[in-house]
């Protein structure tokens, strides 16, 4: 039970630091600070998988995706942010799930191919319709590939270092 509610707590916590703090910038890269927990979560999903099995995850995917979105609305996030996150949230979460679920290869290597898809498309929806002139404008158009390459690779290495200790940790047992 302990791993739900810290894949839950995961996706609010992300939120509230990401609405609460200003964006990181690294070179030309703009990470939102929330963004280490977002990668973070896509390893606790697969562990809650791993104990809870596929069906019972899109449970705990819905839940999350609910609490989210309502802590979104009652902050005063802006409506594009909360879609944006919403929608992004939603689409990797399940492309995360299916690829896990079909994958058939060591339990560090499917939450390296997971969570790679899953944050692939978790940045670049929520950058495109929550951030981009699309909707709110709040960067322009040639600061979004930098927004998005920026989250894609803090999720990656997100999803490296939790494989290296899932592989380490399998291997001692």
């Known amino acids: 039970m302990i791993i739900i509610l810290l894949y839950i707590l995961s996706i609010l916590v992300a939120n509230i630091i990401t609405g609460t703090f200003a964006p990181i910038t690294i070179g030309m890269f703009i990470i939102p600070c929330g963004t280490l927990l977002i990668g973070a979560s896509f390893i606790l999903r697969d562990l809650v998988q791993n104990k809870y099995g596929k069906k019972n995850t899109y449970y705990y995917i819905l839940i999350a995706l609910i609490i989210s979105c309502l802590f979104s609305i009652t ?14 949230f939603i689409v990797s979460e399940i492309v995360d799930t299916e690829i896990y679920s079909r994958v058939k290869s060591a339990m560090y290597k499917r939450v390296i191919y997971s969570g790679i898809f899953g944050g692939i498309l978790d940045s670049t929806i929520f950058v495109i319709i929550g951030l981009s002139p699309l909707t709110t404008g709040i960067i322009a158009w040639s600061l979004v590939i930098y927004a ?26």
Do not use: E, R, W
């Not at 594009?80 to 929608?87: D, K, P």
């Not at 894609?152 to 399998?170: D, E, L, P, R």
């Open 75 to 88: 902050s005063g996030d802006i409506f594009y942010i909360t879609v944006a996150s919403g929608l992004a």
């Open 148 to 173: 998005i390459v920026g989250q894609i690779s803090v999720k990656i290495i997100m999803q490296f270092i939790g494989a290296g200790i899932i592989y380490k940790f399998n291997k001692q047992n």
